[in-house]
C-alpha cells in the first residue's frame, strides 16, 4: 500500500481498515484472559455495542467468561444488570469473582416485552456498565433499540442465546462450548476486524 494512504488511514481511528485493525474507536473493558483481548478488537470487549454469545445450554460456563469484566466495571462504580436471568444470582461466588455487590442489580420481569424495555433504560442511563439479557425472542426494531442504547451509555449489552437463535445486529458474536478444562471460542464476527479465531480459556 503506498506510504502516504497508509499513514492517512492510521491516522483516522473511524475508518474501518479490514483485517488490520491497529486501534479501536471505541472504548473496551479488559476480559481478564489475555489471549481473548489479543484477538479482540481493541483489546478487550467492547463498551458501548451489542454483543452476542451463542451458548449451547444455559449454565455451561458462559457467565465465567464475563466475570473478570465484570467486577471490573463494578468496581469502576457502574452498575452490572442481570434482566431476567434464568438462575437467581449467587452473591457469595460474585463476590469471591470480586464483583463490588452494590453495583449488581437483577430485575424480574412480568412480560418478555419488559425485558427489552428495561435493558433499553438502564443502558441508556449512563450508569450501567453491563447488562446480560437472555431473551426467547427479539426483533429487529428492538435489537436496533439496545444497540443506540448502549451506544449512548457506553455500556455492553449481552445477549445469551441458544443455537436456534440469532440476532444479525450484534456488533460482536461469539460462540462458546464448555471444555474440561474451561470454555472453547469461537469469535465468529467483530466489529473492526474480518477475521475469525477460534481459541481456549482455561478457569
Not at 479501536?24 to 451489542?50: K, M, N, R, Y
Not at 427479539?138 to 449481552?158: K, V
Amino acid at each position: 500500500m503506498n506510504q502516504a494512504l497508509e499513514e492517512l488511514l492510521r491516522s483516522r481511528a473511524g475508518i474501518w481498515r479490514g483485517l488490520h485493525s491497529d486501534h479501536a474507536a471505541w472504548p473496551v473493558v479488559g476480559s481478564g484472559f489475555p489471549e481473548l483481548d489479543a484477538v479482540l478488537p481493541g483489546g478487550g470487549w467492547p463498551l458501548g455495542t451489542l454483543a452476542e454469545i451463542a451458548i449451547p445450554a444455559v449454565g455451561c460456563g458462559e457467565l465465567r467468561l464475563l466475570l473478570p469484566a465484570m467486577a471490573d466495571l463494578s468496581r469502576a462504580g457502574r452498575h452490572i444488570v442481570w434482566i431476567a436471568p434464568p438462575y437467581q444470582p449467587y452473591a457469595p461466588g460474585l463476590l469471591q469473582a470480586g464483583l463490588a455487590l452494590p453495583q449488581l442489580l437483577a430485575v424480574n420481569v412480568d412480560t418478555a416485552d419488559d425485558m427489552p424495555w428495561s435493558a433499553e433504560k438502564l443502558l441508556r442511563s449512563g450508569g450501567c456498565g453491563m447488562a446480560l439479557l437472555w431473551p426467547r425472542r427479539l426483533d429487529g426494531r428492538q435489537i436496533r433499540r439496545l444497540q443506540l442504547a448502549a451506544e449512548t451509555g457506553s455500556a455492553l449489552a449481552i445477549l445469551f442465546v441458544l443455537p436456534d437463535q440469532s440476532y444479525p445486529g450484534a456488533t460482536l458474536r461469539i460462540g462458546v462450548c464448555p471444555s474440561t478444562t474451561g470454555l472453547n471460542l469461537n469469535i465468529i464476527k467483530a466489529r473492526g476486524s474480518l477475521r475469525r479465531s477460534r481459541l481456549s480459556i482455561r478457569f
